[in-house]
Structure formats: C-alpha cells, structure tokens
C-alpha cells in the first residue's frame, strides 16, 4: 500500500483551476513537512508548496506559485490539498506530493533540498492547453 497517493489532476484550459490531493499514511503525516513538487519533461524536479502539519502550519511557496496556488491540509483525514488558480501551459507537469518526517517545522529550503525527503508518491499529471 502506497505511502503517499496523489489525484486531482486533469487537463484544464489556460486561466483555469485544479484541485490537488495528497492522502499519506499516518507514520508519513504526524510532525511531518509536506509539500508539493512537479516535474515538466526535459526539467528537473522542482518545488511548488510546502506545509507543516502541526502547530502553526508553516508554509513556504515557489515564487511560480505565490498569489496563485494554495496549499491546505485537512489533518483528521491526513491529507494535504494545492489549490491552483489561474493556470497557464507553464504549470503543465506531473505534479508530486512528498513527506519529509519527522521534523520539527517546515523551511523555505525544503522547496530546493529534494534529498530531505523521505518518501513521494507516484504523481498526478497536470496539462494546461487550450
């Protein structure tokens, strides 16, 4: 069974929304760091929003993302959401979600660090065309 599972994805016009979901597992949930990733074909992986799941809910966005997208979690049920408005064909990738536990908080440096991760899932692909 999947640690961490991703849906939502879809092809939707330029100027449209997704809603991304990420459901992880309890030992990948509690006091961890989760965020989101994407990778578009030829590019390397890079990080779109990241959220900590206790307390204050520290959260830190690619400046790709800032004023666009936001990340939640629903913490009951485990699961972390990137809300993405007013897409364009540059957002198009395969979107991933990724745990990084167990940690005291979230940091800027976790959208950059990929090797703090401790466990992904295997993606959602996002396309952005007209």
């Known amino acids: 069974q999947a640690l961490i599972q991703e849906s939502g994805g879809g092809s939707v016009q330029p100027g449209g929304s997704l809603r991304l979901s990420c459901k992880a597992s309890a030992s990948s949930y509690d006091g961890a760091c989760m965020g989101w990733f994407r990778q578009a074909p030829g590019k390397e992986r890079e990080g779109v929003a990241v959220i900590y799941t206790r307390g204050t809910e520290d959260t830190y966005y690619a400046d790709s993302a800032k004023d666009r997208f936001i990340i939640s979690q629903d913490a009951a049920k485990r699961m972390v959401f990137l809300q993405m408005n007013n897409l364009s064909p540059d957002d198009t990738a395969m979107y991933y979600c990724?745990?990084?536990?167990?940690?005291?908080?979230?940091?800027?440096?976790?959208?950059?660090?990929?090797?703090?991760?401790?466990?992904w899932g295997q993606g959602t692909q996002v396309t952005v065309s007209t």
């Open positions: 990724a745990a990084e536990y167990p940690t005291s908080t979230c940091y800027d440096l976790h959208l950059t660090r990929l090797g703090w991760w401790n466990e």
